[in-house]
């Protein structure tokens, strides 16, 4: 079994960018994928060629998509995603669908 990549989990973004103590830990995550899973010689600062997605923080979705019983994505009006909310389900949506698409894309390249 290879691994396809990673995907990172972005807990909190200010004015576009991860906030500077989690920058520090974006850093590292190419380094140590390539050494420690794939057992890689480190790669340089810029090779993010392992990095499949990276997820955004979805704020209250999680929790309405709980309560709905459905996925972030699909959540409506009537599930509670009101509003500024549902800019987030379309976000989430794209970020989905572009993981999707890059994990079919890498299964199929190997």
């Known amino acids: 079994m290879t691994p396809l990549g990673y995907v ?4 909190e973004m200010r004015l576009d960018r991860p906030v500077k103590a989690y ?4 850093e590292r995550i190419p380094w140590v994928y390539s050494a420690a899973v794939l057992g890689e ?10 990095h499949i ?6 704020r209250s979705l999680m929790p309405l998509a709980h309560d709905a019983r459905k996925p972030m994505f699909e959540l409506k009006a009537a599930d509670g995603a009101l509003g500024s909310t549902q800019k987030y389900v379309q976000t989430c949506y794209k970020e ?3 993981l999707a698409e890059n994990v079919l894309q890498r299964a199929a390249d190997r």
């Open 8 to 11: 990172i989990m972005q807990p």
């Open 23 to 26: 920058e520090r830990w974006l």
């Open 41 to 50: 010689q480190s790669p340089a600062p810029d090779d993010d060629r392992h």
């Open 53 to 58: 997605a990276t997820l955004c923080n979805y």
């Open 96 to 98: 989905f669908r572009g």
